[in-house]
C-alpha cells in the first residue's frame, strides 16, 4: 500500500511558478514510477508529466514541455512538479499518482496503482 498526499497548490497569475509536492508513505517508493495528471473543469483528466522509479527518465505532454520539470527524491519518498510560466489553461486539479515498477504506458491514468486526493492550481490571467 502507498499513500499519496499533494501539497503546494494556490492561486498565481500568468506567468507565475509554483511547485507541487507528492509525499508518499508506505514501503517500496523507490519502485514505483510516478506521474502528475491533472483534471480541468468539465475536461477528462490528461496526463501531465512522469517519472520512472529510478529518476533516470522523465517524460511529458506537449503543452508543458519546457515549463514543468518533475522530479523525485526517494529518500525523502516525494516528487515534485515545478511549474513554470504558467498559464490560465494550465488550471485544474493536479493529481500524484503512482505506478508499480512503472510501463510504457506512463500517460494512462489506468497503471497507476495509486492516487493523491488532489491539489487545486488556478492560474489567473
Known amino acids: 500500500q502507498v499513500q499519496l498526499v499533494e501539497s503546494g497548490g494556490g492561486l498565481v497569475q500568468a506567468g507565475e511558478s509554483l511547485r507541487l509536492s507528492c509525499a508518499a508513505s508506505g514501503r517500496s517508493f523507490s519502485s514505483y514510477a510516478m506521474g502528475w495528471f491533472r483534471q480541468a473543469p468539465g475536461k477528462e483528466c490528461e496526463f501531465a508529466a512522469a517519472i520512472s522509479w529510478s529518476g533516470g527518465m522523465t517524460y511529458y505532454r506537449d503543452s508543458v514541455k519546457g515549463r514543468f520539470t518533475i522530479s523525485r527524491d526517494n529518500a525523502k519518498k516525494t516528487v515534485y512538479l515545478q511549474m513554470n510560466a504558467l498559464k490560465p489553461e494550465d488550471t485544474a486539479v493536479y493529481y500524484c499518482?503512482?505506478?508499480?515498477?512503472?510501463?510504457?504506458?506512463?500517460?494512462?491514468?489506468?497503471?497507476?496503482?495509486?492516487w493523491g486526493q488532489g491539489t487545486q492550481v488556478t492560474v489567473s490571467s
Open positions: 499518482a503512482a505506478d508499480f515498477l512503472g510501463s510504457s504506458r506512463y500517460d494512462v491514468s489506468g497503471e497507476y496503482d495509486y
